[in-house]
């Protein structure tokens, strides 16, 4: 039987389980299901450089947290895993209202997980960074 984690668990354990410094990203869960796993986190002058542009830091670890949630919504609970890897590819300034974390599972092995992600910048729909990472799921 396949269990389905909802948005509101997810979100609850985002809350409650992560450092500050990730809940001060302000994150929400927007969708999780077996394969995938999109966050969307508001552009605040908080994540900001000069010039408005969100900051690489906070992309990345936005990034590494939407595909902790894809790992999550492919177990249909809330595991903990450890990134072993983390690529991040920086495409354009990251600007605009809010970005979108679109989050997904490459390959899930017995116990290593390979995924992927694309920020994307919102209203614009222009990606602004994409990122690679694997997980240790022991």
């Known amino acids: 039987m396949c269990v389905t984690l ?3 668990e997810a979100q609850n354990w985002l809350a409650t389980a992560f450092a500050p410094w990730v809940q001060a990203l302000s994150l929400t869960i927007e969708e999780i299901g077996p394969t995938r796993a999109v ?5 605040t002058d908080a994540i900001n450089r000069m010039g408005g542009i969100i900051s690489g830091q906070a992309l990345a670890a936005m990034a590494d947290t939407a595909m902790v949630f894809a790992c999550a919504g492919h177990f249909g609970e809330m595991r903990p895993v450890a ?3 983390l690529d991040t590819q920086f495409l354009r300034p990251g600007t605009g209202e809010r970005v ?3 989050a997904e599972i ?3 092995g017995k116990a290593i997980i390979f995924a992927r ?3 994307i ?5 222009k990606p602004v960074a994409t990122a690679t990472a694997t997980f ?3």
């Open 136 to 138: 240790f799921a022991g």
């Open 100 to 102: 979108r974390c679109e």
């Open 39 to 43: 966050l969307s986190m508001p552009n």
């Open 83 to 85: 990134t072993t890897t």
């Open 6 to 8: 909802t948005r509101d």
């Open 106 to 108: 490459v390959r899930a």
């Open 121 to 125: 910048s919102l209203p614009e729909e």
């Open 117 to 119: 992600a694309t920020m």
